[in-house]
């Protein structure tokens, strides 16, 4: 039998709690690689004992019987499998079985306690109807991302959601690996790509826009410069991008393979024996290997597919983060760039998960969705728009809808942040600077002494780093973070600020930033004289130069910097001092 770990032992304490005060559904969220299956499989133990019949749910082949196997070995008790193409053992009490097969069933099996891996999908249809079938069984959904983004939740679904310990707290524990995680030299410009109405890439301009932008030899080389000789899942866009790439690996002598969905089944579980033994090096998939494939040797994912699902993103670099003999660290490549990863955070940022429906947002509207009474905006789940009937998963009403011809709404853009990836490779730094940490630990010893609140470290650290902020490492930003009791998303949050604030703009963003900006300036005489005669020519540290066609025009514009910070700051710009030069050979700078 497994013996639990102290957290997946708390987790039990808690779902057998509130199985006691009468709750009956509970979803437990748990980071990938945390021991998921473990976990339930320990309950199932307990629970067959006395004399339950457990049925385990999961909507694929791999993870069904990737599942058998590892409760078989938690538990202590043998499997059956409900699937189509297996032969049925009925008088087992445990049964692991796929949510295709089980909606086939015109009566279903008597079970006492139901458990849904992957529990983020149990929204659809299928599951719901499965688990219409038990009103009186114990229901446990488990998950390392409880999320969508249609606009659906789980609140109706299941009573109470426990939460394990966050991806950086198994990390410092040493239950996952740390990782590094770098900006590839080649990264995909999506600025062009259009969002769904679930605020991830169109797939077909997405599987276009990759395919223009980066070569499969491309994928080769960023894999040979850091990742060399080591295990490695590939994540492509589509199908036809997953085998260029596989090809160009092979033709460059790594053993490398394909695998996706419509792979034949005895092919794909040969190609998962091979990599899982190490005879495939380079494993290239599309949509089979994000979730639930426990493979602990992967020491690399190299994402060549963005998204703006935090679910997708969460579950592709969990893949690496497993621990395994001999495995120092995980890397991780994404070819995406900052801006199209900057909204779902690194791979261990704190996360606050909710069984809450999340309001669909200005872009989800553009297309089809329902905004119900109580104001909350959604898609309807794929069996309901046959019937053009809808449930809210906010508040229950029912909701009537019209399908339109099949075009989008008027779309929606999302507000320009002003952001642009870097196309020179970079690495998160999470190591903490010796000589950044003892300016800290003096501050909060002086934080302490003088009895001044906690975030006056960080606003004097502010002050002191301010000429060096830019070499502030991640690392750093989470070890104050720690020390002030904040989350690692207020430390990505700062390190992603003083990033933005410190790069600098393209040409071509510097004329959209000052074009905005111009339109806000008043009075409307000063706003006419800026947009005939100057240009901004660069914005860094939050100082902006402006270039002005001759000396007369800048004495005339010297007295309006502060008519000019106001039009920045209209347009979401901080800038705290504005400088004036002439566009002369010998250029004079002005400080005003």
């Not at 307990?46 to 993870?63: F, N, S, T």
């Not at 074009?515 to 008043?522: D, H, L, N, Y």
């Amino acid at each position: 039998m497994y013996k639990l770990r102290d957290y997946q032992q708390e987790l039990e304490d808690e779902i057998f709690r509130l199985w006691a005060i009468g709750t009956r559904s509970i979803m437990v969220q748990l980071p990938t690689g945390g021991g998921k299956t473990k976990t339930f499989g320990s309950i199932t133990h307990k629970q067959l004992d006395i004399g339950w019949r457990v049925l385990v749910i999961a909507h694929r082949e791999e993870l069904i019987f990737q599942a058998k196997k590892e409760i078989e070995e938690a538990s202590g008790h043998s499997a059956g499998i409900i699937k189509s193409g297996y032969p049925p053992s009925p008088l087992f009490a445990l049964q692991v079985a796929s949510i295709q097969t089980l909606t086939k069933y015109k009566e279903m099996p008597p079970f006492d306690l139901i458990i849904v891996d992957e529990a983020h999908h149990a929204c659809s249809r299928s599951y719901t109807r499965v688990m219409e079938q038990y009103p009186n069984a114990k229901i446990l959904g488990f998950t390392a991302t409880p999320c969508r983004n249609d606009g659906q939740g789980f609140k109706y679904l299941f009573e109470k959601l426990i939460c394990g310990p966050t991806t950086r707290e198994l990390i410092e524990r040493g239950h996952l690996c740390p990782y590094t995680l770098f900006e590839a030299g080649k990264t995909v410009d999506t600025s062009k790509v259009k969002k769904n109405g679930e605020g991830d890439f169109n797939t077909k301009q997405l599987s276009e826009t990759v395919a223009n932008q980066i070569e499969p030899d491309d994928v080769v080389h960023e894999w040979l410069d850091k990742a060399k000789d080591k295990q490695t899942v590939i994540f492509a866009v589509d199908v036809e991008r997953s085998k260029e790439y596989a090809e160009a690996f092979c033709r460059a002598g790594i053993p490398a393979e394909h695998i996706d969905g419509e792979t034949e089944k005895d092919d794909r579980r040969d190609i998962l024996k091979r990599f899982a033994l190490g005879e495939t090096l380079v494993l290239c998939n599309c949509g089979i290997i994000s979730e639930g494939v426990d493979i602990p040797g992967i020491e690399v994912v190299q994402i060549v597919r963005p998204t703006g699902s935090l679910s997708l993103w969460r579950q592709m670099v969990g893949r690496a983060l497993r621990n395994a003999k001999g495995k120092k660290f995980a890397i991780i490549i994404d070819h995406s760039q900052k801006t199209a990863r900057k909204k779902l955070g690194l791979p261990d940022d704190d996360v606050d998960w909710s069984l809450e429906p999340q309001s669909l947002d200005e872009l989800g509207k553009a297309f089809f969705s329902v905004t119900c009474k109580c104001n909350h905006v959604f898609r309807p789940l794929p069996h309901e728009i046959p019937k053009l009937v809808c449930i809210c998963p906010n508040c229950l009403a029912e909701n009537t809808f019209k399908m339109g011809n099949g075009e989008e709404k008027e779309e929606v853009e999302p507000k320009d942040n002003l952001v642009a990836g870097s196309d020179k490779e970079k690495m998160i730094d999470l190591t903490v600077n010796p000589e950044h940490q003892l300016i800290i630990d003096r501050l909060l010893c002086d934080c302490d002494r003088l009895q001044y609140p906690k975030d006056w470290v960080y606003h004097r650290f502010m002050d002191i780093a301010h000429d060096w902020k830019a070499e502030i490492s991640m690392g750093t930003w989470r070890y104050l973070a720690k020390k002030l009791g904040y989350t690692t998303k207020w430390a990505t949050k700062k390190y992603q600020e003083i990033e933005e604030e410190c790069r600098e703009l393209t040409p071509d963003e510097l004329d959209s930033l000052w074009v905005k900006a111009v339109e806000k300036i008043r009075p409307y005489g000063t706003q006419a004289l800026l947009k005939q005669h100057t240009r901004l020519v660069e914005l860094k540290n939050k100082t902006a130069c402006i270039e002005i066609t001759s000396m007369p025009l800048l004495k005339m514009a010297k007295p309006k910097a502060q008519n000019i910070r106001d039009g920045f700051y209209a347009v979401g710009t901080s800038v705290a001092e504005v400088k004036l030069r002439v566009k002369i050979k010998t250029e004079e700078l002005v400080n005003v």
